[in-house]
């Protein structure tokens, strides 16, 4: 299976301060077809997961224009302009490449 | 507005079985394929099956490949997962997710919690 490793795990930040998480993956997410199926997903206290961004940098409709997501191969990034409170909560990486399709352990963000 | 509803979840004990639904509305359910995943107590997210347009095609996690089931019904907009030889590491809230576009769901429902203690 394809080891979806993210960090920090724990990520304390001030209101309107930028904020960064990685994923790397065991293997390459090139998929044959040439695409690199990497996604990030919010889930905020409470709530299901929601998509925020697909693809690497496709950001979703809902989502807003401070995230921001960019890598390849096997290195990925999910940045956050300025964080807000209603940011709060844990990401995760997903790959849906190579089945089965895996996570990353996510990543709780926290206001200092 | 794309609606998923999952029901059926509840307290089994180690051994037994129980079948979720998930009733799909808002979009052309018959033309994507759907998901499960599942979030242990506390946990992080696990992919659990995938299932095709016509129920024809299937995948499975290895931890419940030849125990759970997915299956669905497209003239009721209906996704299932039949839980069978449930064990106490199945406790877990469980998602269903789709429609799948570009190998990821674009949405996910509210969860089901199966809770399997003796």
């Known amino acids: 299976d394809v080891v979806m490793t993210q960090s920090p795990l724990s990520l304390p930040v001030t209101l309107g301060q930028p904020a960064s998480i990685s994923c790397r993956s065991s293997?390459?997410?090139?998929?044959?077809?040439?695409?690199?199926?990497l996604n990030w997903f919010q889930q905020r206290p409470g709530q299901s997961p929601r998509r925020l961004i697909y693809k690497i940098s496709n950001r979703d409709s809902g989502a807003p224009n401070r995230f921001s997501g960019s890598g390849s191969g096997t290195e990925f990034t999910l940045k956050i302009s300025g964080v807000e409170a209603e940011d709060v909560g844990v990401y995760y990486c997903?790959?849906?490449?190579?089945?089965?399709?895996?996570f990353g352990q996510g990543t709780k963000v926290e206001i200092k | 507005e794309v609606q998923l509803v999952e029901s059926g979840g509840g307290l089994v004990q180690p051994g037994e079985s129980l079948r979720l639904s998930c009733a799909a509305s808002g979009f052309f359910f018959r033309n994507y394929w759907m998901s499960w995943v599942r979030q242990a107590p506390g946990k992080g997210l696990e992919w659990v099956a995938n299932?095709?347009?016509?129920?024809?095609?299937?995948y499975y996690v290895d931890s419940v490949e030849g125990r759970f089931t997915i299956s669905r019904d497209n003239a009721k907009n209906s996704l299932y997962l039949q839980l069978t030889s449930l064990r106490v590491e199945d406790t877990a809230v469980y998602y269903c997710?789709?429609?799948?576009?570009?190998?990821?769901?674009?949405?996910w429902g509210q969860g089901t919690l199966v809770t399997v203690s003796s």
């Open positions: 997903m790959q849906g490449t190579r089945w089965p399709w895996t």
């Open positions: 293997q390459s997410l090139v998929h044959s077809d040439g695409n690199t199926y």
């Open positions: 997710a789709g429609p799948l576009n570009d190998h990821v769901p674009d949405y």
């Open positions: 299932i095709n347009q016509a129920g024809s095609a299937t």
